[in-house]
């Protein structure tokens, strides 16, 4: 998989807000993409030395609406830490 299949977006949330400051990126990325494949996506989408990777995988939950029973779709999250002194500059800008 290419590099921009594999980080779909930034989240943007209060709490990525917060450890953007240690510098902690939080992104969603394909359910299939293992630690070492996004490390290196994110050094060459970004051009940043990744330190380390974490990821959570998210089960969909389950929504009703009337009598009908769906369920919205599972994620994961990707949580990124690089070298001090660097950015990442689209997700600075938001």
């Given at each position: 998989?290419?590099?921009?299949?594999?980080?779909?977006?930034?989240?943007?949330?209060?709490?990525?807000?917060?450890?953007?400051?240690?510098?902690?990126?939080?992104?969603?990325?394909?359910?299939?993409?293992?630690?070492?494949?996004?490390?290196?996506?994110?050094?060459?989408?970004?051009?940043?030395?990744?330190?380390?990777?974490?990821?959570?995988?998210?089960?969909?939950?389950?929504?009703?609406?009337?009598?009908?029973?769906?369920?919205?779709?599972?994620?994961?999250k990707a949580s990124v830490w690089i070298k001090?002194?660097?950015?990442?500059?689209?997700?600075?800008?938001?």
């Amino acid at each position: 998989m290419r590099p921009e299949q594999i980080i779909i977006r930034p989240i943007i949330t209060e709490k990525a807000d917060r450890l953007r400051e240690l510098n902690c990126y939080q992104f969603l990325v394909a359910k299939k993409a293992t630690k070492q494949v996004i490390k290196e996506s994110i050094e060459k989408l970004f051009g940043v030395d990744v330190v380390e990777v974490r990821t959570a995988n998210f089960r969909g939950k389950m929504r009703r609406l009337g009598r009908s029973e769906g369920y919205r779709p599972g994620y994961k999250k990707a949580s990124v830490w690089i070298k001090p002194g660097q950015k990442i500059e689209i997700v600075e800008g938001v």
